[in-house]
């Protein structure tokens, strides 16, 4: 059940004239449109899920929430219809803020479906797809303040128990038009993979598991719309990965200075990619199947808590440092998530050793009355060219 969130700068830079002279407001429009006939388009990689699809959209006149101009409609039409009600963009844009406020309005939404189940971990069938596209130009992105986070300040009701905006099911993808006035031919490069902006709105992007485009021709536009409709025929969580410490580590034997060496690499890629997703398997209606067991909270609930503490948006899972041989018994209902491909999988992989009968043992720190328990382990697939999380219960013994 995807939801597409379109944030559309109205400001008055938007209505600067870009070669063949349209603005990039009239641009910016009809990327909707676009998008929302490619998505209704007779395709079969389309139809899963489709009626069920949500549209919101948002601008930047006005403050919230008289800048809301549509809220979880499932008709793609209410929206054209409120393009076409925008005629001429005028004043200044705070991008920054209008991202802001369309979180705010997802989770208004989330509070009253209380899908987030914060205290009982982080069970994949209660998710959703959440695509957030910003529609904007280089005088919106300069807007954004170089320290700009993905936080509420102060927090509202329904925000407080995560401690950034967004959640593990919401990716955010910025496509920001820098297409000039004078003819400008793209290389095949270009087209095939369109570069990414400037530092300052890839990582807002990339801290969500989503990415920004820098458009330099109308070429580029469809070529956008196509890796974003891809991305949300499948059913992603985003994830991060790291290393379990030497000292919470106590199954084999490895030497202090090896852990380090591969939490460095952990670290590296990271640098490069924050969050790597899992991908569910979805049913005929486009949600994802469910699963026996949850991704733990990162703490243990006792008596004596007076609150939950608070989650981070998307769950710290940590990898043993070596492969280790696991025997899961045939009657325990598992949970597998594949892994996209990327850097963390790349690593697994090597760790791994590409041998079918390893697993990497996964934790949760924190997640245990004593020490860290394992749920569950990585495992290269069926036909060792990826790898699965594999889901099981907290403490196996």
Not at 210 to 238: C, P
Request: hydrophobic residues 35%; charged residues 20%.
């Amino acid at each position: 059940m995807p939801v597409y969130f379109f944030i559309l700068d109205t400001s008055g830079s938007m209505s600067t004239r870009s070669h063949p002279q349209f603005s990039f407001f009239d641009l910016a429009k009809n990327y909707i449109e676009t998008f929302i006939k490619g998505r209704n388009r007779a395709d079969s990689r389309m139809v899963v899920g489709r009626e069920n699809d949500r549209y919101f959209l948002l601008t930047t006149q006005g403050k919230y929430p008289e800048n809301v101009k549509v809220v979880s409609e499932k008709a793609g039409g209410i929206v054209v219809d409120e393009l076409k009600k925008l005629t001429l963009p005028y004043g200044s844009a705070q991008i920054h803020q209008t991202i802001l406020d369309a979180f705010r309005i997802l989770h208004t939404n989330r509070a009253q479906t209380g899908i987030d189940g914060v205290g009982t971990g982080r069970a994949i069938q209660n998710t959703e797809q959440i695509m957030l596209i910003v529609l904007t130009d280089g005088s919106g992105i300069n807007s954004i303040p170089i320290d700009f986070r993905l936080y509420f300040d102060p927090a509202f009701l329904g925000s407080e128990m995560t401690k950034e905006a967004f959640r593990w099911d919401q990716k955010l993808y910025t496509v920001v038009f820098r297409i000039p006035s004078s003819p400008y031919r793209p290389t095949p490069s270009q087209l095939a993979n369109i570069d990414i902006d400037v530092p300052i709105i890839e990582r807002v992007c990339g801290l969500t598991g989503g990415r920004s485009f820098a458009i330099v021709s109308l070429r580029q536009i469809q070529t956008s719309i196509d890796y974003i409709l891809s991305q949300s025929n499948q059913h992603k969580v985003g994830v991060r990965f790291g290393c379990l410490p030497h000292l919470h580590f106590t199954a084999g034997n490895i030497t202090n200075d090896e852990v380090l060496r591969i939490k460095r690499r952990f670290d590296n890629v990271n640098a490069k990619k924050p969050v790597t997703n899992l991908i569910s398997r979805s049913n005929n209606q486009g949600r994802p199947v469910t699963c026996h067991w949850p991704i733990p909270e990162s703490y243990f609930p006792t008596r004596g808590l007076d609150q939950l503490p608070q989650r981070t948006a998307h769950p710290m899972i940590l990898c043993a440092p070596m492969a280790l041989p696991l025997t899961i018994r045939s009657e325990i209902p598992v949970d597998k998530l594949e892994l996209e491909p990327g850097g963390v999988t790349d690593l697994i992989m090597d760790l791994l050793q590409k041998k079918k009968d390893m697993t990497i043992w996964t934790f949760i720190e924190g997640s245990s009355n004593g020490p860290t328990a394992s749920f569950g382990c990585l495992r290269m697939n069926t036909f060792g060219t990826g790898v699965t999380l594999i889901l099981l219960p907290l403490i196996l013994k």
